[in-house]
């Protein structure tokens, strides 16, 4: 239950995401990082205690982080700043951020440092990546030569669909896809360079932008272990990824299971629930420099 849920003051969320819920304010939103957890689309039963104010303080931190190079659509995370009811409800404090209305563009920026994942898998078929070519001899986990830009489609419904930057000038114009492209880049670059001194590796990354006033923003979440993959510095070899340091031990005991991957999910042991919320906060204290209060 999320901990804010038992508050008989506070409105039903405009949407209810799998992990966060929206609160449409006017010309503001509220997001709201509930403790929920999914893992192959499916909502588990069982939360991972405090991972709502994990996230919401990582991308709270990158967004003061890297608004020097573009702007984003935060407004306030204090509690103070919210309107009634939400001001004055609990269980709402570190988990949520006031933020500007923006339109949406339906195309989420990913960025790839490293060769893992689904990149992976197409490198091996294609020796390219989302049709971005790539030198051969590389090897799962390997570090790319430089940053590649892989976008996918931003689906509402069902799964995101890889596109070729191509594609996304079709979609969008040349100048807003080359916008997209290399703001994605800068920022990952600089996130990259800035976790790597604090112990961790910025394997690859996904963002969105929005309009506001004609203007393009960064807006929902950035650099946080649920939209990146992180590797720990010491734990990186050439052709041997670590493991990410986020919700991935859950995958993995689930992966083990006879489970069709289909609602609803077995139940998640507490062990495994704590060892990931573990990672959460390994990533937070590392980036932050703070300990969750």
Request: aromatic residues 8%; glycine residues 8%.
């Amino acid at each position: 239950m999320r901990a804010y849920e038992t508050a008989a003051t506070l409105p039903e969320p405009m949407h209810r995401g799998k992990v966060r819920d929206v609160y449409d304010l006017g010309e503001h939103l509220l997001l709201v990082a509930t403790d929920r957890v999914s893992a192959f689309d499916v909502i588990l039963d069982r939360p991972i205690p405090d991972k709502g104010r994990i996230l919401t303080g990582i991308s709270d931190h990158w967004f003061s982080v890297t608004e020097e190079i573009f702007p984003n659509h935060r407004v306030s995370t204090d509690a103070a700043d919210f309107p009634e009811p939400f001001r004055s409800e609990p269980g709402l404090a570190g988990r949520a951020t006031l933020c500007w209305k923006a339109d949406r563009v339906d195309v989420e920026c990913v960025v790839r440092g490293y060769l893992a994942g689904s990149g992976w898998k197409e490198y091996q078929k294609t020796r390219s990546v989302c049709g971005v070519p790539l030198p051969d001899g590389l090897s799962k986990g390997s570090r790319l030569p430089s940053p590649i830009f892989t976008p996918t489609s931003k689906a509402d419904e069902g799964h995101d669909e890889p596109m070729t930057f191509d594609e996304v000038v079709d979609m969008l114009g040349a100048e807003l896809a080359g916008t997209l492209r290399d703001v994605s880049l800068s920022v990952y670059e600089h996130g990259h360079a800035v976790a790597k001194e604090k112990g961790f590796l910025l394997a690859d990354t996904k963002f969105e932008f929005g309009r506001k006033d004609g203007r393009l923003i960064l807006i929902d979440e950035v650099l946080t272990p649920d939209s990146s993959r992180y590797w720990r510095v010491e734990d990186w070899r050439e052709g041997e990824p670590p493991e990410s340091w986020d919700k991935q031990v859950i995958r993995d005991y689930l992966d083990g299971l006879d489970w069709d991957k289909t609602p609803p999910a077995p139940p998640v042991p507490e062990e495994i629930v704590h060892r990931a919320r573990e990672r959460y906060l390994d990533v937070y204290r590392a980036l932050t420099g703070r300990e969750l209060d």
